[in-house]
Every structure is written in structure tokens, then in C-alpha cells.
């Protein structure tokens, strides 16, 4: 057996793991910031699974504003901590500043997957209609695009039906993802 016989199926772990609960934590950042009605089962399934950490961070960690920054902070951590776990089985030359730079890239690589796949399940569930005509994640993920899709569909040309706005707003989180990944993760 070679000695890294073990260090992809660990990184995948890693990279698994670390990804769905800091898309959770990432979740409810959005959930600030989107304001969703607080007793929404999937809001409820989200407070509930990130609870104990965010409520520990709040003791040393006040808001500001509105924005709870022990979540924030929270979501930074995790991300620093997937780095650093995911530099041991390779072999990288690790400091500091690049831990903190690759953190900041993965968070911001994650609101971009976020924003994606929403306006994709969107998409989708404009298409489909449930048989009793709700959907518990329609209004959160509505209202989580709309501050994006509708300044596009401002300025879009009358389509006849046609909405164009999840096109746009796709190419353009794509567009945004490649212009600031490779500026935050340049090399000193």
C-alpha cells in the first residue's frame, strides 16, 4: 500500500463534511441577510443543527447591527480549520496569510454554489407545482434571489413570458466567481 493510500478517501471526508455544515452555517448567514420567516421548517432544521456552536461563539462574540457575527465568525473557523486539515495530507507550504486567503476564497466560492443552486431550484420549482400549491422552500429561496434576479429583470426587454433574469444572474455569479477567486488567492 503506498503511504497516501488513505489521504484521498480522507480528504473527501473532509471536504464533504466541512462543506455541509459550513453550507448550513452559510445558510443561515443568508438567513439574516434574506430575512426568512423564522418558522419555516427547513429555517427551523437550520437553527437547530448550527444552534450549539453560534450560541457558544455569542458569549465572547456580540452582533453587529443586525448581523450575528458569531455565525460569521463561526463559518471563518470552520473554513480556516478545513484548511489547515486538508494541508496536512498534502504537501503544501502552509502559513498563515495563505490559510487565511484560501478560508476567504473557499467561503466566497461557497456563497457563489449557494446562490447558484438556488436560482437553478428556482428554476425548477417554477416549473413544478406542488398538488396542494405550497412549497415550504419556495418563499426563502424567492426571497433570497430577489435582491438578486430584480434589478436584471429591471432592465431586461419584455420577453413575452419568457425570464431570462435566472440566465443572467447565473453567468453573471460565474463571471464574478472567476474575476475575485484568482485575486484572493494570488501569492505573495
Known sequence: M??????????????VLFGLYMGLIA????????????????VQIIIKVTQLPVKFLRQFIPALGRWDMATIVLLLLLAVIKIVLISLFQPINITPLLVIQLAIADIFSLFIMLFSASIIIQVILSWVQP??????????ISRMNNPILRPIRRILPDMGGLDLSPLIALLGLQLLSMMILPLITVQF
Not at 3 to 14: A, V
Not at 131 to 140: A, C, S, V
Open 27 to 42: 445558510l443561515r448567514i443568508i438567513m439574516q441577510w434574506a430575512q426568512w420567516e423564522y418558522h419555516n421548517p427547513l
Open 2 to 15: 503506498p503511504s497516501g493510500y488513505f489521504s484521498q478517501p480522507i480528504l473527501f471526508l473532509i471536504e
Open 131 to 140: 398538488h396542494n400549491g405550497y412549497n415550504p422552500i419556495t418563499p426563502l
